[in-house]
């Protein structure tokens, strides 16, 4: 069996396209478009290039975007005046604090400082208690775990009642996506680097989401025949075949993997588009909010 390729970048921009047309329904109501504040801070290459794909994308469907751009020596005083500006700013809906942040920073004291009404990022740490409770919705939800459950849902994976294994327990993907697992009726069960006998955990699982941060370390020996596969992995690897001489591989080997799986994202093409497409999606909700506030 071969499984069914999860076409992340293809969702993604069916799902940016409705987004713009919202967007140009918001302009011409309120006669000024959504726009999205970022923080950046350091010198963190991947952010930086992370930073001005979301500018792009903003412009691609017709927001207005905004980045304060700090080095790494910044102060956290100059971090959270940055943070201020956009929270007072009405032409910003929604603000995203690009983690990680330099060592010398406050990652939790700069989140919570982020109006709850603009934390499209959704880690502000009320919405991330709401999303852990059980009854409560939060305003918002991390834009790569809720990619990851549109892209479950997309592939018509049943989540109630499935044994789901998310192997990662970051604050970004591992721990929310676990959560909103749990809020789909799944029976969930979270794996990090020091879970015992991860292979045959993983093996039990209906549905996988492979969030740990290292290359091809889920080997297709490991996966249930049918299940789904979501891989959340950003790894570069050497590879000489290649013009560039280095490659982007996921979390997950594919080549085995897709052996066995029913249905299975790719690296590059799968979480990747969605990331931003969820932010954007985010950002859109803010904006009609507030506007009707």
């Known amino acids: 069996m071969t499984a069914a390729i999860i076409d992340g970048a293809a969702i993604a921009e069916r799902m940016r396209a409705e987004i713009a047309r919202d967007a140009a329904r918001f302009t011409a109501q309120y006669g000024t478009p959504p726009g999205l504040g970022a923080v950046l801070a350091g010198d963190n290459p991947a952010s930086a290039q992370y930073v001005r794909m979301k500018r792009r994308a903003c412009e691609q469907v017709g927001f207005t975007s905004t980045a304060h751009m700090l080095d790494a020596s910044s102060t956290q005083e100059q971090v959270d005046d940055a943070i201020r500006r956009l929270n007072d700013d009405p032409a910003v809906h929604g603000i995203l604090v690009q983690l990680p942040l330099p060592p010398q920073i406050d990652e939790e004291r700069a989140l919570r400082l982020v109006s709850l009404d603009k934390d499209v990022d959704g880690f502000h740490p009320i919405n991330i208690g709401m999303l852990g409770m059980k009854g409560r919705e939060p305003l918002f939800t991390p834009a790569t775990p809720t990619g990851c459950m549109v892209l479950l849902r997309e592939s018509g994976a049943v989540l109630e ?58 080997k297709g020996s490991w996966i249930k025949p049918g299940a789904t596969v979501i891989d959340v992995g950003t790894n570069k690897i050497a590879d000489p075949n290649t013009e560039k001489g280095y490659r982007y591989v996921g979390d997950v080997e594919f080549a085995t993997a897709k052996e066995a799986a029913g249905a299975i994202t790719k690296v590059p093409g799968g979480v990747g588009p969605m990331t931003i497409t969820m932010l954007l999606q985010n950002t859109m909700k803010a904006a009609w909010r507030l506007a009707s506030a």
């Open 161 to 218: 009642g499935a044994n789901a294994v998310v192997v990662g327990r970051s604050n970004i993907v591992g721990l929310p996506v676990a959560l909103m697992l749990m809020k789909a009726n799944a029976t969930v069960t979270v794996c990090h680097s020091r879970t015992r006998d991860l292979p045959d955990i993983v093996r039990r699982a209906d549905i996988v989401i492979a969030a740990i941060g290292r290359a091809e370390y889920i």
